[in-house]
């Protein structure tokens, strides 16, 4: 028998909108509000961070822009795409390469890479 998952669907209009709040101190939050009817879906993580973390936002913002992109197209009248992998591009050793500033990642990083 299949298990029951809850669902939630969430109507878009004009009126919706995503907000991003980035604190110094805790962790940020997501949130996405919707015109009719009114609803607020605020996505907020623990103050101790794992990678498993890091993965889930990495995932939703590919999703994220997957969505943006086939939304714009099917506005602007161009064909649907197929689905294809959508990369992940920020990984530590991406993130070393940029703050060493040489364009080469540096040997070690105090951070851990996520693979999706």
Not at 46 to 62: I, K, S
Not at 65 to 77: H, L, Q, S, T
């Amino acid at each position: 028998m299949a298990r029951r998952v809850p669902a939630l669907a969430l109507p878009v209009d004009t009126k919706a909108g995503v907000v991003f709040r980035g604190y110094q101190y805790r962790t940020p939050l997501l949130t996405i509000t919707t015109g009719r009817p009114v609803l607020l879906v605020t996505l907020t993580l623990p103050e101790q961070l794992e990678a498993g973390h890091v993965e889930f936002a990495r995932q939703l913002a590919a999703k994220a822009w997957a969505y943006a992109v086939a939304v714009e197209r099917r506005y602007r009248g161009l064909p649907w795409l197929p689905d294809a992998p959508t990369p992940f591009t920020l990984t530590a050793k991406a993130e070393a390469a940029l703050e060493d500033g040489s364009g080469q990642a540096s040997a070690s990083s105090s951070r851990q890479e996520v693979r999706a």
